[in-house]
């Protein structure tokens, strides 16, 4: 019994020791739950979710290195009193309003059934590239942009890369759209691109009560909520602050405030080599946090039209940088910086 004992001890101490050597990024995939853990010294920062459920894959949830998680938890893993409203933000995503007419950004589970045909969906198909080092991981992937019939529209192609730098867990997002079976319309709107949901905590301060109207007429409510706690605000790199952002172009904008004590920010980053450059700005103080340089019409009352059709066989490639970081809040010229090193990788 004590050789047993002994032998256990041993098992856990070798167990433990590499635990703790565990430095640097690694990968988990676990099949079954469909998803694809990101850890960092053995911390989870993020994961990829491709959920029956969700209508899109998701990074979800998404959490600082020490471990702040920055996203809203609903529906998923719903949290007390933050806000259960738009079923579809979830963590972070990409996806559009109008594509040949079907709405791939409200789509969730809550669409009655009567009323599918009307939406897509995004299948993942797989995993492309999976590698993970001290200094950074890659996760490549495949999905394809269906309709209700299950037939595909799009092909896309996105790549991951994670990295750390300065208390800063960052995130490239490189992704081609490929038009499969015709050609692919995507009219401007504000329901896009790249969009992120963010915890309560983040959210601006309001003591009002908001409706949306989605094109097909569908409203959302938007109720007020006890803002103990809620902290964000806006900034953009023209300057602009707090619910002006919105539909406001710039290179970047950046969301900042406070959750579990400590000053916690999202910033994203618009690419030189995105159209549409630099991005309009579908940020809302009740925690939507977008960047849409499709819909250029929708955000600029029709000054700027883009109109994107996406010819059979061809591709467009969109590349956006997402920076979570805890600590003192990043200042505009660290950012330009930031925005400086992204414009430079291809």
Same mark, same amino acid.
């Given at each position: ?231 964000? /605000?806006? @900034? %953009?790199?023209?300057?602009? =602050? +707090?619910?002006? #952002?919105?539909?406001?172009?710039? $290179? ?51 000054? /700027?039209? @883009? %109109?994107?059709?996406?010819? =059979? +066989?061809?591709? #467009?490639?969109?590349?956006?940088? $997402? ?24």
């Amino acid at each position: 019994m004590r050789r047993f004992i002994t032998m256990w001890v041993a098992v856990l101490t070798a167990t433990c020791s590499f635990a703790q050597k565990q430095e640097g990024f690694s990968l988990k995939e676990d099949a079954a739950k469909k998803q694809v853990d990101v850890l960092y010294n053995g911390k989870l920062l993020t994961a990829y979710c491709h959920y029956d459920s969700v209508m899109k894959p998701v990074l979800f949830p998404i959490n600082t290195l020490s471990g702040i998680t920055i996203t809203r938890g609903y529906p998923l893993a719903p949290r007390a009193g933050e806000r259960v409203d738009h079923p579809h933000h979830i963590g972070l995503w990409l996806n559009y309003e109008y594509v040949n007419g079907l709405d791939f950004w409200n789509n969730s589970t809550a669409i009655p059934y009567d009323k599918r045909s009307h939406y897509g969906t995004i299948y993942h198909d797989r995993i492309v590239k999976s590698n993970a080092t001290k200094k950074d991981a890659t996760l490549e992937v495949s999905a394809q942009w269906k309709n209700h019939a299950n037939m595909p529209l799009l092909l896309e192609t996105t790549q991951y890369h994670f990295t750390v730098a300065d208390g800063s867990f960052i995130i490239d997002r490189t992704t081609t759209l490929r038009s499969l079976n015709e050609d692919v319309f995507l009219k401007d709107v504000k329901d896009g691109f790249l969009g992120l949901r963010v915890t309560k905590e983040l959210e601006m301060p309001s003591n009002e009560s908001v409706k949306y109207v989605d094109d097909k007429g569908n409203v959302t409510e938007v109720p007020a909520v006890n803002n103990a706690n809620v902290t964000g /605000d806006y @900034l %953009n790199s023209e300057g602009i =602050k +707090g619910d002006a #952002v919105w539909a406001t172009r710039g $290179v970047w904008a950046t969301l900042f405030g406070k959750k579990d004590g400590k000053d916690v920010s999202v910033t994203i980053i618009d690419h030189p080599s995105n159209m549409g450059y630099p991005t309009y700005w579908h940020a809302r103080g009740y925690g939507l946090f977008a960047a849409n340089p499709i819909g250029q019409a929708a955000f600029s009352k029709g000054k /700027d039209t @883009l %109109n994107l059709i996406i010819k =059979k +066989g061809e591709s #467009v490639t969109f590349r956006f940088r $997402v920076v979570i970081h805890e600590g003192a809040n990043l200042t505009p010229e660290q950012i330009n910086q930031l925005a400086k090193e992204f414009g430079k990788t291809k």
